[in-house]
């Protein structure tokens, strides 16, 4: 039915919402940028019907379905008008109206790190714009990290999603009104960094009047986000909503995600470990443990040749027992099987190349000989376009993260701490949340003799029955945001029973 339609529909559709929305928001636009505001609109839109029929069908049945031609009725102006009248209990919020606020200016905003440090500064970038009535243009993403990807935000995120979808929170444009965007090109801009962990009022009494007095500002670095705790709840719940329902990876990578977990199911149930034994983990962090002579002096040049990683001389050992060191590939086999994963379960490496290659590997191979990766599930040719793209790499591992039976992370990066908020969102999945301190103390006295397997075993398995990921308040610590759970991994104000959204999980 709704294929049928389609072709007349698009026209339909994207028509009315111009008349309605566009020409109302800004007489300067320009002709193309309506031309893309139909296209979004229209994919949008025919999106939302076939996501709706869907939801409506697997929640209410045959009896819900039978009211619901009229989305498909051609004399209706919007679906939306109709879906409120009908299906009250479906939200518009798929296509929400669009906000109408005073606009204070613009903000340009260019992110820092690695893919998931990225996603967290883009969650709160929207948090931050919405709250100063400001407009937000698409955040221009990391290219000159270690990781060297070249890739744009709308390579890795469906950029008409972003914006589409949260148009009844905050206005995004691909780019700045010409005027400005040739200002900026002379370089007449205010750049900046924001001042780490500020509360959205440092926002409101800084940066606001810097916005209106010169239109636009350009946040510089990204890694010093919102502060972890005391914000409004409109805006820690508007930080999960970006995370997790604006922000949508490209069909590309949806596609060959959703290809890899189906290869996993196929054979039953996945573990997917993010082992982070990558080489700028070791050489950033010092952490040496079980690598030889050469491998040491090889990450420790790699320190030293980089400027900005400012803490040079480490000391693996301590720092290791501290629990501040990633778990080795050894370590993580011996905890595995002390907590009891079958040996049979497949285990996905979500992981850049792992330092030291198959001698590490060799032990959890051993302990778990369905051990896999991308590479290995898939064929060359479908990993060609994403080769150098480390980003999208580590979009496809966020995909299949999600998706896990369980989820091991072995360290808390970014990666591990917003897949586990992500986990807890889609209703408290299974994430194992390590505490190496103690593990490694475990290890060594296991190691050394002092504890036979059953002991250890039992004690790796005590400590941890908490720690599986479910329900708990986030640590607050006044003062010390690094020290304290960080928003992303435990997004508690979005967890509420009440604020779950059926469309979300399904
Ligand atoms: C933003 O807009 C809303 C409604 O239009 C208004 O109530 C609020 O005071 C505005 N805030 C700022 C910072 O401009
Ligand atoms: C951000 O802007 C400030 C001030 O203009 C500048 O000193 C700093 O180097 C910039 N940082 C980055 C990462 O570009
Ligand atoms: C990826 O980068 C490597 C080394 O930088 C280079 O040799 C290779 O040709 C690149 N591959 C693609 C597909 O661009
Ligand atoms: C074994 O290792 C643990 C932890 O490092 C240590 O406390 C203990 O003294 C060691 N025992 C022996 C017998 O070496
Ligand atoms: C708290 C919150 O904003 N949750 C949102 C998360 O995303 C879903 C859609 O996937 C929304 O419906 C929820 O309201």
């Known amino acids: 039915m709704c294929r049928l339609e389609k ?15 566009v020409e109302k928001h800004s007489k300067s636009s320009s ?43 051609r004399e209706s102006d919007t679906a939306s008008a109709v879906v409120q009248d009908k299906v009250p209990a479906v939200p518009a919020r798929v296509l929400p109206p669009k906000r109408v606020y005073k606009n204070n200016g613009y903000l340009m905003v260019s992110c820092n790190g690695g893919l998931n440090q990225m996603r967290a500064a883009i969650c709160d970038m929207v948090a931050i714009a919405r709250y100063l009535n400001v407009t937000l243009i698409v955040p221009e993403l990391d290219k000159t990290s270690f990781w060297a990807d070249p890739s744009e935000f ?97 069909s590309q990578i949806e596609d060959l995600g959703k290809r890899v977990i189906k290869l996993l199911r196929q054979n039953g149930p996945f573990l997917v470990l993010h082992l982070r034994y990558e080489m700028d983990m070791l050489a950033f ?19 030293y040749a980089y400027p ?87 979009a496809l591992d966020y995909l299949v993260s999600l998706e896990s039976d369980i989820f091991v992370p072995t360290y808390d990066g970014n990666m591990a701490k917003v897949v586990e908020g992500h986990r807890r969102f889609l209703g408290y999945k299974k994430t194992i949340l390590l505490e190496r301190k103690l593990l490694v103390d475990l290890i060594d006295q296991y190691s050394n003799g002092s504890l036979t397997w059953d002991e250890f075993s039992a004690a790796v398995k005590e ?15 006044p003062d010390k945001p690094k020290e304290e759970d960080y928003f992303y991994s435990n997004p508690e104000e979005c967890l509420q029973t009440s604020s779950f959204d059926p469309l979300s999980s399904t």
Not at 463 to 477: E, F, K, W, Y
């Open 7 to 21: 072709s007349e529909r698009k026209r339909e559709m994207g028509s009315g919402l111009v008349k309605g929305g």
């Open 463 to 477: 400590s941890h029955a908490d720690r599986m990921g479910g329900p708990t308040n986030r640590l607050v610590i």
């Open 308 to 394: 900005w990683w400012k803490e040079k001389i480490i000391n693996s050992d301590l720092k290791r027992k501290d629990g501040l060191c990633p778990l080795t590939p050894e370590e993580t086999a011996l905890i595995l099987r002390a907590l009891d994963i079958d040996p049979n379960m497949q285990i996905y490496i979500a992981a850049g190349e792992i330092y030291g290659g198959e001698r590490r590997m060799a032990n959890l191979a051993k302990a778990y000989p369905k051990l896999v990766r991308k590479e290995t599930l898939l064929e060359p040719s479908d990993l060609r376009f994403f080769q150098n793209h480390s980003s999208q790499m580590a």
């Open 31 to 73: 002709s193309r940028m309506k031309l893309w505001m139909i296209r979004a609109t229209t994919s949008v839109l025919l999106w939302t019907c076939i996501v709706q029929l869907t939801a409506i069908g697997e929640t209410w049945g045959p009896r819900v379905l039978t009211v619901w031609p009229p989305c498909f009725n």
């Open 285 to 303: 962090s010092g952490c040496t443990q079980g690598c030889n002579k050469e491998e040491v002096e090889e990450l420790t040049r790699m320190r």
């Open 154 to 250: 709308q390579d890795i995120f469906d950029v008409d999603h972003f914006i589409t979808s949260l148009r009844d929170e905050v206005r995004i444009l691909k780019e700045l009104p010409p005027r400005l965007k040739k200002r900026v090109e002379m370089g007449r801009v205010l750049s900046m960094p924001p001042i780490s962990w500020s509360d959205i009022s440092y926002y409101h009494n800084q940066i606001l009047p810097l916005v209106q007095k010169y239109k636009v500002v350009h946040l510089n670095r990204t890694d010093a986000r919102l502060a972890n705790n005391g914000q409004p709840l409109e805006i820690q719940k508007l930080r999960c909503r970006v995370n997790f329902s604006a922000l949508r990876f490209t």
